[in-house]
């Protein structure tokens, strides 16, 4: 047969051999990620940037946003309760969360804690004990079939950008597989440049590129609170799967108009970031003061909420914990299976009762219908056709492992998309049987053409 491959193909082909590929993880139950898939950025049909998932993929009306608790960072044995299975499947029980945050220590931090005989120390001093606290958590998440930010909880990133490449290449080697993972690579830059920022990010993009299409937050200035910085000089992403974060406390910020002094405020700035089509993301924000401190204010709460739910903007609520803050969701008598709320616990709690009790898997037993880029399809769009069946043609497509099976009366043409709707290679004349056995574990979009008959299926590779 005539192959006619891309660049991307051979860049697939050497990841499937160096692939490190976790035991495979299970889900226990039917959950936000069986049913939307992969979350993956796009535009409306407005060019309004937001949220989809790859189950339906980018259309008006299909926009996603979960919802759901950060964890605190794993600095803390009154967080590190909550780092455990029994801990985010409590929450996911008492909860109904969708998502969560995994805040890791990143640097040198030692704030004298203990927690099962360990003294915890963030990631530059103690790798392995932050890595298997983030690991319990991602696979946790996993099971309960729901999605999991990655977080390199860190102020100085920038300063820390080797290590964060590491540790982002053995998460998506491991994880990057699994639709549930985000990749949060930046968590609050302080009063540096934009292009600061994106220099770091650039890097730790490029290595995460390298085994997964998943999801990647990005940070901005001045603890996330200028998603706008990014207008017109957004971060290398071959993916085109990036969003910015949007971090708010409601005590302290604003979520529409501008303050006295003349700045815009948090909220305007990131509507002018979707309006200029970035997608945004919510990675954190609190009922009370940025500090952590004070008592949430139930009005300016609402109108935040108000603000989220207009724009479809996914969250994850700062924290779970029992920390000795006016943003702690837990009073000091809980733990992983027994959950006690304080003021701030039972507001976000009485938010997230309305996250749906049931879910239902993506209906075409796969997700991933491809990404459609501003309305409008075709190659090297982000976009796929739409599911056509053409037995009446004599075309039937199936796969065994990672063999293609074609049925067709004349030789057809395969055409392989990630789930973002680029195509990564096509092969001509196939007749009968084609090896995929190069593609990466992971979730395709196939077409297959013979003759005037065309058919397209998503597939998984295991």
């Known amino acids: 047969m005539k192959n006619v491959t891309f660049t ?34 796009g535009k409306n049909s407005s ?6 998932g790859s189950c339906e993929g980018v259309k008006d009306g299909a926009e996603v ?91 100085k990133a920038n300063q820390q950008t080797d290590a964060a490449k590491n540790f982002f290449k053995e998460m998506a080697q491991t994880y990057g597989q699994y639709d549930n993972v985000i990749f949060e690579v930046f968590n609050e830059p302080e009063k540096i440049s934009w292009s600061d920022v994106k220099n770091y990010a650039n890097q730790v993009i490029e290595v995460i590129r390298q085994y997964s299409d998943n999801l990647i937050l990005v940070g901005n200035p001045e603890w996330d609170q200028n998603p706008s910085a990014a207008i017109g000089n957004e971060v290398n992403d071959s993916k085109n799967n990036t969003a910015y974060t949007l971090h708010y406390y409601a ?32 990675s954190e924000w609190g009922t009370a003061n940025s500090n952590g401190g004070g008592d949430p204010n139930q009005g300016r709460n609402q109108s935040w909420q108000e603000y989220l739910n207009k724009h479809k903007l996914s969250w994850a609520n700062w924290s779970a914990s029992y920390i000795s803050e006016g943003t702690a969701a837990f009073q000091g008598g809980s733990n992983k299976t027994s959950l006690q709320y304080t003021t701030s616990g039972n507001l976000v709690k ?21 990404q459609q880029g501003e309305g409008q399809q075709g190659e090297g769009q982000h976009g796929t056709a739409a599911f056509f069946a053409a037995p009446e043609f004599g075309l039937n497509v199936s796969l065994t492992g990672k063999t293609l099976h074609v049925s067709a009366p004349q030789a057809a043409t395969v055409e392989i998309f990630n789930t973002l709707g680029n195509k990564l290679f096509a092969v001509d004349q196939v007749r009968g049987e084609l090896s995929l056995a190069t593609l990466p574990v992971g979730r395709y979009m196939v077409r297959v053409r013979s003759g005037s008959a065309t058919t397209m299926r998503a597939i998984a590779i295991k």
């Open 350 to 370: 009485g938010y997230l009762s309305t996250n749906p009790e049931s879910y239902t898997k993506c209906p075409t037993g796969e997700q991933g219908q491809g």
């Open 8 to 41: 991307a193909f051979i860049s697939a082909m050497a990841l499937g051999a160096s692939l490190a590929v976790a035991q495979t993880i299970t889900p226990t139950r039917v959950g936000p990620v069986s049913q939307y898939g992969q979350l993956m950025t």
């Open 65 to 155: 946003q979960v919802r759901g608790m950060s964890l605190y960072w794993s600095l803390m044995p009154q967080a590190l309760e909550f780092w455990s299975e029994d801990g985010i499947a409590t929450m996911v029980n008492d909860m109904k969360i969708q998502i969560v945050r995994a805040a890791m220590a990143t640097g040198d931090e030692d704030w004298k804690g203990e927690w099962n005989g360990i003294q915890l120390k963030g990631y530059a001093v103690d790798p392995n004990n932050q890595k298997q606290f983030m690991k319990t958590v991602v696979e946790a998440a996993i099971k309960n079939d729901i999605y999991v930010i990655i977080d390199w909880h860190s102020h």
């Open 47 to 52: 060019g309004k940037g937001q949220i989809y």
């Open 251 to 282: 005590n302290s910020h604003n979520w529409e108009g501008t303050y006295n002094w003349g700045g815009e405020s948090e909220g305007l700035k990131g509507e002018k970031a979707m309006n200029a089509g970035l997608s945004v993301f919510v």
